[in-house]
């Protein structure tokens, strides 16, 4: 399954029945690929925390999570988001063992993406995930409408007569 590098794009914090998202962004070829996923608005204040840390801030679940992987000797990877179906995608936690083992955990993207953050590794996309869920970029829409347009343009004056404009 190949696997392709993406960032946080931003972090959309719903307000009562508005919902939460994370929007992840993957380059390629000068082209950026928006991913949303909707998240509760608890997980978005955990990634949000994770990217921009508070002085003196109590530890969260994300926190103790990578502090007890550390304790036990292991290092968190990468994270990977590897499936969706519909709107609920699927993530793996790829971990090395004290003793040098690779593991993979389960976890909504969410979580881990809240603990890459903390842990600053990368998150990565499965492309069959990118094909499936990525947002369509309206720059390219409206540049494409555009070039369209002006070959339009051009076409219709490069066959224009002078019976064209006669009466």
């Known amino acids: ?13 719903g307000q009562g029945p508005l919902p939460s998202f994370v929007v992840l962004e993957q380059h390629e070829d000068g082209k950026a690929r928006r991913i949303p996923i909707r998240i509760g608005s608890v997980e978005a204040a955990a990634i949000s ?3 921009h840390p508070a002085k003196k801030q109590r ?8 502090a007890t992987i550390e304790t036990l000797g292991a290092r968190l990877l990468s994270v990977r988001i590897c499936g969706v179906e519909g709107t609920t995608f699927f993530a793996q936690l790829v971990l090395r063992t004290a003793d040098g083992r690779e593991v993979r955990v389960d976890a909504r993207p969410s979580d881990a993406i809240a603990l890459a953050v903390r842990c600053d590794v990368n998150v990565l996309m499965a492309d069959e995930v990118i094909e499936a869920a990525s ?18 343009f051009h076409d219709f004056v490069e066959h224009l007569s002078p019976d064209d404009f006669a009466e």
Do not use: F, Y
């Not at 969260?60 to 990578?66: A, E």
């Open 1 to 13: 399954m190949p696997l392709k590098r993406v960032n946080i794009r931003t972090v959309a914090m």
């Open 49 to 51: 925390s994770g990217v």
């Open 59 to 66: 530890p969260r679940t994300h926190d103790l999570l990578k």
């Open 135 to 152: 947002m369509l970029d309206l720059k390219d829409v409206r540049e494409a409408d555009q070039a369209a347009e002006a070959a339009d």
